[in-house]
């Protein structure tokens, strides 16, 4: 069993940027593949990002590629999401997922992660 709880959403003005943090407990959050996804008023879940246990492997959405970073501090069960050059579209509420068995060729499938957390609303002002 492992708990999610994201933080660090919030208003920002477009141009800017936003560290989003997800903190784990539970057992044995390392061996957890993670992701980040997002969801906007009346679309469906996204995937925004990923990143392996380790950290080695990472992936993104093209819509982001290039102006978020996702990473993970295992020795703090933590993993982030720093976003630069935010953009008006990049508003919506973002969810931290784990994952422990997840085949890396589904990582932007969030039907594929196990747990998640509660969210956190990111609204960019244009």
């Known amino acids: 069993q492992v708990q999610l709880v994201e933080s660090g959403g919030g208003l920002v003005q477009a141009g800017g940027s936003l560290r989003l943090s997800c903190a784990a407990s539970g057992r044995a959050f390392s061996f957890y593949h993670c992701g980040w996804f997002r969801q906007a008023p009346g679309k469906e879940r996204e995937f925004v990002a990923a990143?392996?246990?380790?950290?080695?492997?990472?992936y993104y959405a093209d819509s982001v590629k290039g102006r978020f970073t996702i990473s993970r501090d295992n020795a703090k069960n933590t993993v982030y999401l720093q976003m630069n050059s935010l953009k008006s579209e990049d508003t919506a509420v973002y969810y931290c997922?784990?994952?422990?068995?997840?085949?890396?060729?589904?990582?932007?499938?969030?039907?594929?992660?196990?747990?998640w957390g509660q969210g956190t609303q990111v609204t960019v002002s244009s």
């Open positions: 997922a784990a994952e422990e068995s997840l085949n890396m060729l589904s990582y932007s499938d969030y039907a594929r992660y196990e747990y």
């Open positions: 990143i392996i246990w380790s950290g080695k492997k990472t």
